[in-house]
């Protein structure tokens, strides 16, 4: 069973307001990623990290960044939270490039 | 044409039934393909993965491969209610800028009815 973590599991937050939603994994995975998605509508990957101090963005254009300061933590902030930004947002671990990749439990964020 | 392609839903079968979800993909160096299941407001869970041609069978579940049809699907046998969700097919897509990442399907949603 995967141990992928994500915190805050829903927030409701006023726009302008700095957040950071935070994803934490304990299986000593190498690769982290950050999707997007909408309801009923598909998955976007948003951000993704191959490693400590490696982060990249994914194929939809987001205005959130990431970092990877530990290879347990891939922390999503935005700077100014705005209604577009309300979603829910899925952190993802795997180790290596073929293998298994396991979903953590998603954070439903509302931007009033 | 998308790179990985599900059979369009809904799919509706009845309790007891097999239900076939299907999954064609366009990078024909894929090397590895996976199944998740995702409830309503829920996050993905990974259910089958498989790597080589053939079956590979976990309990009511069995993916099947073929890599020179570039085609992946999963059978659901004796279908329950609790089986009734949307199913997501991904492949890890093998070079490139690409290398490493999942690439999913649209989803196929299935409903299971008593």
């Known amino acids: 069973e995967a141990d992928i973590y994500q915190t805050p599991r829903y927030l409701v937050i006023g726009t302008g307001k700095k957040i950071t939603l935070e994803c934490s994994q304990t299986m000593g995975h190498d690769k982290m990623y950050w999707y997007q998605q909408d309801p009923g509508m598909e998955l976007h990957l948003i951000h993704y990290?191959?490693?400590?101090?490696?982060?990249e963005k994914g194929d939809l254009s987001s205005e959130s960044t990431v970092s990877r300061i530990r290879t347990e933590h891939f922390p999503l902030t935005l700077e100014s939270a705005r209604p577009s930004h309300t979603s829910q947002y899925l952190c993802?671990?795997?180790?290596?490039?073929?293998?298994?990749?396991?979903f953590g439990p998603g954070t439903r964020l509302t931007v009033l | 044409q998308k790179e990985v392609e599900q059979n369009s839903g809904p799919l509706s079968v009845p309790e007891g039934a097999i239900a076939s979800l299907n999954c064609t993909y366009s990078d024909r160096v894929s090397q590895s393909f996976f199944w998740y299941r995702q409830y309503s407001g829920k996050s993905p869970e990974l259910i089958m993965s498989?790597?080589?041609?053939g079956d590979k069978e976990d309990g009511r579940f069995t993916a099947q491969l073929n890599k020179a049809s570039q085609y992946v699907s999963l059978l659901i046998r004796d279908s329950q209610p609790s089986d009734s969700a949307t199913y997501l097919c991904?492949?890890?897509?093998?070079?490139?800028?690409?290398?490493?990442?999942?690439?999913f399907g649209q989803g196929t949603i299935l409903t299971v009815h008593p």
């Open positions: 990290s191959y490693g400590v101090n490696s982060t």
């Open positions: 993802a671990s795997k180790q290596g490039a073929y293998n298994e990749q396991f």
């Open positions: 498989i790597y080589s041609n």
């Open positions: 991904a492949v890890t897509n093998a070079g490139g800028t690409s290398y490493g990442k999942l690439t």
